[in-house]
């Protein structure tokens, strides 16, 4: 698993954003897919995850009902559509895989084996 993030960038606040995440291995569809972010002087949290056929998903609560998670085993990547963006928003987002038995607790980075790059998400207030 390789695993490229993209899609960041400035938007104004109310603004949308999708961020994609796309794996160049031959396994994506086994892994549990999450996103994180970090802003600058906070520790990483937990954004979104989706399970291994993309029946099953799960939000923070900062995020519900404007973020939503989504992936296409096709194509090897996975998405998020961020709407309705706030200031508070702003951060370097991060994908990440885990072992598609983990779910119940991928709301944790440690349980994610593999890490994207990070794409940086300013939302200008």
């Known amino acids: 698993v390789q695993l490229q993030a993209s899609g960041g960038g400035l938007v104004q606040a109310g603004g949308s954003l999708r961020l994609s995440c796309a794996d160049s291995?031959?396994?994506?569809?086994?892994?549990?897919v999450g996103w994180f972010r970090q802003a600058p002087g906070k520790e990483r949290e937990f954004v979104a995850a989706?399970?291994?056929?993309?029946?099953?998903?799960n939000y923070a609560d900062s995020v519900k009902g404007r973020f939503t998670i989504s992936r296409d085993n096709a194509k090897n990547t996975a998405y998020l559509q961020m709407n309705s963006l706030k200031a508070e928003d702003t951060a370097v987002y991060y994908c990440?895989?885990?072992?598609?038995?983990?779910?119940?607790?991928?709301?944790?980075?440690?349980?994610?084996?593999?890490w994207g790059q990070g794409t940086e998400v300013t939302v200008s207030s």
């Open positions: 990440a895989a885990a072992p598609y038995n983990q779910f119940m607790i991928a709301t944790t980075p440690h349980v994610y084996d593999y």
């Open positions: 291995g031959r396994t994506f569809s086994m892994y549990i």
């Open positions: 989706i399970n291994w056929s993309g029946s099953s998903t």
